[in-house]
């Protein structure tokens, strides 16, 4: 890698650098062969301390939503609309009742920092609404239940 001249305490030493691996290297000092750690001054070691967080530290979900319950499977006369992943309801843009169109936009969710439009996979009236704002649902859990009559 290297020869260096060190000075040290005002005595001049020739240093051969073999190898460097991360803080870990291999120089020969005057002839003889020295396995040394370096560390930079300044430079906070980075990977033990992720080491540590992880090994010490809690995951803590601060005023996390609590989880919907999961809807029991539909009729079959009803059609479900299923969540398309993970996420959290933003605003549910129908009622139970209403009159919708297939491709319309029915649920708001934020999933991965991004709000996403859920559109009606058919058309029909709107028999049951089975999530409410800010219920975390999981991928295809039935948001509602479209009667297609």
């Not at 260096?4 to 460097?20: A, H, P, Q, R």
């Not at 169109?101 to 049951?128: C, L, P, R, S, W």
Request: avoid cysteine.
């Amino acid at each position: 890698m290297g020869e260096y001249i060190f000075t040290i305490g005002g005595k001049e030493y020739k240093v051969d650098v073999k190898e460097m691996t991360g803080d870990l290297a291999t120089v020969v000092i005057d002839g003889k062969e020295v396995s040394i750690t370096i560390k930079q001054l300044g430079k906070k070691d980075v990977v033990k301390r992720r080491i540590r967080k992880k090994a010490t530290m809690p995951v803590v979900q601060a005023a996390a939503p609590a989880p919907v319950q999961v809807a029991p499977p539909p009729s079959s006369k009803m059609l479900p609309v299923r969540a398309p992943l993970p996420g959290v309801v933003l605003k549910i843009l129908v009622a139970e009742g209403d009159r919708i169109t297939a491709g319309q936009d029915i649920v708001v969710m934020e999933a991965m920092k991004m709000e996403n439009q859920i559109q009606a996979t058919h058309g029909g009236i709107v028999a049951k609404i089975n999530v409410k704002q800010d219920d975390v649902v999981q991928q295809d859990d039935v948001l509602m239940e479209i009667d297609p009559s």
